[in-house]
């Protein structure tokens, strides 16, 4: 099978905007602990359309995304305000991305301290950094994009929303003793 040609967005200034909190330190002791977010590109029907989620280390759950046909700021935004949603203020929360420009932007380091979050970024042109968030992407391209055929841009996205769904809720995985994500969350709260 052939691999379609990733992603790849204007990084904007290349710097140290924020340390490698992370440190391919992909361990999580306890939901939202660490996150680690990055967007990613389809090509459908002739059209693009951009995947931006927030993955967490603690048990693999997507905790918020958003799909857009292109990738801007609104869609980060949109994509944190919803995470911000789910956490209290202060929470000891590192969040982890590339060196991308929707992180680089003030706006967005911002919402992150005004919610109590350290940002953290993988190094320049290391993808090994964020692998966690890639291998992600590999499993949604793999079990969706390139093993289903889509009748429209619609049922694609149709799809897409099911398959995460379906990803937090009722996709097994091994390391999580065979239980989903949300259902691994769910039994870690009530035994602590």
Request: hydrophobic residues 35%; glycine residues 4%; positive net charge.
């Amino acid at each position: 099978m052939v691999r379609i040609k990733k992603y790849r967005s204007y990084r904007g200034k290349i710097g140290k905007i924020a340390p490698n909190l992370l440190s391919r330190n992909f361990k999580a002791n306890r939901p939202n602990e660490k996150w680690v977010t990055d967007v990613t590109e389809f090509a459908v029907f002739g059209k693009k359309l951009y995947l931006s989620p927030i993955l967490d280390l603690y048990n693999g759950e997507i905790i918020s995304y958003n799909l857009s046909e292109r990738p801007t700021f609104h869609q980060t935004v949109d994509m944190l305000k919803k995470a911000f949603e789910k956490i209290p203020d202060d929470i000891e929360l590192i969040l982890h991305s590339d060196q991308g420009w929707q992180y680089q932007m003030n706006k967005y380091q911002k919402m992150l301290k005004e919610k109590g979050i350290k940002q953290s970024m993988s190094r320049k042109g290391n993808c090994l950094d964020n692998s966690v968030m890639e291998n992600f992407f590999g499993l949604l391209k793999t079990e969706l994009l390139y093993l289903q055929e889509f009748e429209s841009i619609d049922h694609f996205i149709e799809e897409l929303v099911s398959y995460i769904d379906y990803y937090n809720n009722n996709r097994i995985k091994i390391k999580l003793k065979g239980l989903s994500p949300v259902q691994y969350r769910i039994q870690s709260l009530k035994i602590a």
